[in-house]
């Protein structure tokens, strides 16, 4: 759903399972080959943490569950 060329958003992007049409730009293409272009920018990028995500393990966090 994101367009490889300009990064907008939308799930009508993706005028079938296998073809990508971005409605911003115009930019069309395989779904699969934009899909691994956005694959590919991500990974130059460190990885950002998940929101919500558990940065500290539970006994540094102060929980009292112990292991079984």
């Known amino acids: 759903q994101t367009c490889s060329v300009c990064g907008r958003v ?3 992007n993706r005028a079938s399972q ?3 049409v971005c ?4 930019h069309t293409e ?3 080959i934009n ?3 956005n694959i590919l920018r991500r990974a130059d990028y460190p990885l950002k ?3 919500g ?3 500290r393990r539970p006994n540094e966090a102060g ?3 112990r292991a079984a």
């Not at 409605?23 to 115009?26: E, I, L, M, S």
């Open 30 to 32: 395989n779904a699969d």
């Open 23 to 26: 409605t911003a730009c115009g």
């Open 18 to 20: 296998a073809r990508f």
């Open 63 to 65: 929980s009292t569950r």
């Open 10 to 12: 939308d799930p009508a």
């Open 49 to 51: 943490p998940v929101e």
């Open 35 to 37: 899909a691994a272009k």
């Open 53 to 55: 995500h558990r940065i």
